[in-house]
């Protein structure tokens, strides 16, 4: 008998967030659309447990932010909080403690070139993610 059982986001990314600090890399489907145009609801990421040296701008990962876990792009690191922000997103960043970054995405150089211009494009991306939401 195949039995399939919900959970919530937040019970799943607990345990997401249990494996990295084991030490062990976690595939997940992406659910949402908040980085688009990079990874699409349905795309499957990698998450590595996250170094010291990975919290850098530009890096996407996977943040415990209080009132949800966030897989997000960093924007800015400051000595004690790190800002995030969704690549689908042109408003509403999260701030967190850098010890509550658990996951990183390695994305090639490529990908991050684009991401700096993508930031860039930040005051007017909202044109650009409507067409993405509609094409894809």
Do not use: Q
């Amino acid at each position: 008998m195949n039995t399939t059982r919900s959970i919530s986001n937040r019970e799943l990314f607990s345990i997401v967030r249990d494996t990295l600090l084991e030490g062990k890399s976690v595939r997940i489907s992406v659910n949402g659309e908040s980085m688009l145009p990079f990874f699409r609801s349905g795309s499957t990421i990698t998450l590595r447990p996250v170094k010291k040296e990975d919290i850098r701008k530009y890096n996407v990962v996977m943040a415990d932010a209080g009132h949800a876990f966030v897989v997000h792009r960093i924007i800015e690191v400051d000595d004690d909080m790190v800002t995030l922000l969704g690549d689908g997103n042109y408003i509403g960043t999260e701030r967190v403690s850098p010890d509550k970054i658990y996951g990183v995405v390695d994305c090639s150089a490529l990908h991050l070139f684009f991401a700096k211009i993508w930031l860039w494009l930040r005051p007017v991306r909202r044109y650009p993610l409507a067409i993405f939401r509609r094409v894809m």
